[in-house]
């Protein structure tokens, strides 16, 4: 059968995976070579020189350090705004900062690799991180404050990317399931304990730890890293690139990820696109968008190879991984959210809530790993999506204004007892197809586009939440009238008895108060139980989507299992 190839950074060219391709050896060709050679002759041999788990826990540390600051912060922005003498909206930067120079890095991992080496960027990137920690600990304006996120999530931007594509190259490709497994735990469990812990440093120390703690990290994670870890031989820097830097392609990337950042995470607060603020970013994304796909796609030597996506494979696990990334931040802020707005819980004592979900992480994930060595991984991820489902619909009918913490805690448990089953299989399946070449350009878009889906889902159901509340309000206040019984009857008897603590003149007036306050607590969470409905919904077309993906053979190689 004939098949399509997709150019890598660097000439090399990507043939396309066919259903009857599992037990070929697949060509990498390069323009600057009389003759090609089979990738597996010149490359199968390599293995790393230490244990591959060791590699493993090494670069997962230096990623669950990354993963961890971006939730980690969330809880003690107040604190940062009033010990720096700005307004609360004003320390919102803080996240917003950190999260478009995030974006913009992911995913020129691929590039960077191609440059200085795939080990080299890695340790750069725990020391721009590592050292702008330090700087955000302790910068004394909230303007300096900015500038070091700014860094930081600049360093922190290569650390998720190159740390998958490190496990997925140091594993014989028939244990990739269980590498990714650790990876899983890192990616899922650091944004559940983030607020939790970062509430509790700031309680119990100052702000300023939440930065101070990542030195300490950083520095045994670089050390550990030079010392084990290696480029494998098919990984070769070209410092050339460097002068010849796509530029044009790096502005679009600039402003396409900028402007939807911003919009993102300041569409809330400033009404969406009523506000010309909020219009002008959204513009900016469009055309940097636009013009990112149309010119990387055409440019001979990418900083971004979006060609990739020629792939089907792939390109489905994108969308499914944008939208598990999406599911995970989105529910990660909804419950702590609802319990803080209905139910009256501090921020820290909200986080608290999701610990057991975190915990049960520990158990669910390596058996998720094991199973992707055994089933093919779209049959995990249907498996897993489904549970999604019924633990979004499960959801609806226990998100009640008498959820007691008892009963948070065990939903926390159920809404993230699928993602391992998602995450690995989606992460694994990702590789179905794709030669070793492709592993850092693979790893840099999929962790991409999840840290995209968690920004797009996190506003998108936040506003989902406030306009379904404010519609459920207005039907609720259609039946406060003096036509409506129960109403009326409920007004007397509330007024009587507040009529005895406050006195008859003032207790119609108390009365109609309380029940409106009650209103507007029934409406908003209504309006939570329906954004859970709607995310039920979408897991039911994950499900279908999780078919079209190609079916691999566990155990038998060739990109993470054989396909047929």
Request: proline share 5%; aromatic share 12%; glycine share 10%.
């Given at each position: ?78 604190h940062i705004a009033g010990d720096l003498g700005a307004s609360t909206n004003e320390g ?319 939903l926390r448990v159920i809404q993230v007892a699928p993602i391992p089953f998602a995450f ?117 077309g994950m499900v279908l989507l999780a078919f079209m993906l190609n079916k691999n053979r ?11």
């Amino acid at each position: 059968m004939a098949s399509s190839t997709g150019v890598l950074a660097g000439g090399e060219s990507i043939p396309d995976s066919t259903p009857d391709s599992g037990n070929r050896s697949r060509t990498v060709q390069n323009p600057n070579l009389s003759a090609s050679k089979p990738a597996v002759d010149d490359h199968a041999a390599w293995k790393p020189r230490v244990n591959p788990w060791l590699i493993a826990m090494t670069v997962a540390l230096a990623a669950f350090m990354e993963v961890l600051d971006t939730s980690i912060a969330n809880v003690a922005l107040p604190h940062i705004a009033g010990d720096l003498g700005a307004s609360t909206n004003e320390g919102t930067w803080v996240l917003t900062s950190y999260l478009v120079a995030n974006a913009i890095v992911l995913p020129l991992g691929g590039w960077a690799s191609s440059v200085m080496g795939r080990k080299n960027f890695f340790l750069l990137c725990i020391t721009i991180f590592t050292v702008a920690s330090f700087a955000c600990g302790i910068a004394p304006t909230l303007p300096m404050l900015l500038l070091c996120r700014v860094l930081q999530g600049a360093g922190g931007g290569g650390l998720q990317p190159m740390a998958q594509a490190i496990m997925a190259d140091s594993f014989d490709e028939r244990k990739r399931g269980q590498a990714f497994a650790l990876y899983g735990l890192v990616a899922v469990l650091a944004p559940s304990i983030g607020p939790s812990l970062g509430g509790w440093i700031t309680d119990s120390y100052s702000w300023r730890w939440i930065f101070y703690i990542n030195i300490p990290v950083g520095f045994l994670a670089y050390i550990l890293v030079t010392r084990l870890v290696d480029d494998p031989p098919w990984i070769k820097p070209d410092r050339k690139k460097l002068v010849n830097m796509d530029y044009v392609g790096l502005t679009f990337l600039i402003l396409a990820m900028g402007g939807l950042q911003v919009a993102l995470d300041k569409g809330e607060e400033n009404d969406w696109f009523a506000s010309p603020f909020i219009c002008f970013f959204a513009i900016m994304f469009l055309v940097g968008i636009v013009g990112l796909v149309l010119w990387e796609w055409r440019h001979k030597d990418p900083l971004i190879n979006l060609r990739v996506f020629r792939f089907k494979n792939f390109a489905i696990c994108c969308f499914l991984m944008m939208l598990v990334g999406g599911v995970l931040n989105a529910s990660t802020v909804l419950q702590p959210q609802f319990m803080q707005q209905l139910l009256g819980y501090t921020a820290t004592n909200a986080g608290k809530a999701l610990t057991a979900g975190g915990i049960s992480l520990l158990v669910v994930m390596p058996f998720a790993g094991w199973t992707t060595s055994k089933f093919p991984a779209r049959n995990i991820a249907a498996i897993g999506f489904s549970i999604f489902a019924f633990s979004f619909w499960y959801s609806t009918t226990q998100l009640t204004l008498d959820l007691s913490f008892s009963r948070a805690s065990w939903l926390r448990v159920i809404q993230v007892a699928p993602i391992p089953f998602a995450f690995i299989s989606i992460t694994t399946a990702a590789y179905v197809g794709m030669p070793k070449e492709a592993s850092n350009q693979v790893s840099g878009l999929i962790n991409f586009v999840r840290n995209i889906g968690g920004s797009i889902f996190i506003a998108v159901t936040g506003a989902a939440v406030t306009n379904r509340a404010l519609h459920h309000e207005a039907l609720l206040q259609n039946h406060m009238n003096t036509l409506s019984i129960p109403f009326t009857e409920y007004t007397k008897g509330l007024g009587a008895n507040l009529g005895q603590q406050f006195g008859s003149a003032n207790s119609q007036g108390l009365a109609q108060g309380n029940i409106y306050q009650m209103l507007v607590r029934q409406a908003a969470m209504q309006g939570y139980q329906d954004v859970y409905k709607m995310l039920f919904w979408m897991a039911l077309g994950m499900v279908l989507l999780a078919f079209m993906l190609n079916k691999n053979r566990p155990g038998q190689g060739g990109g993470g299992g054989a396909m047929h």
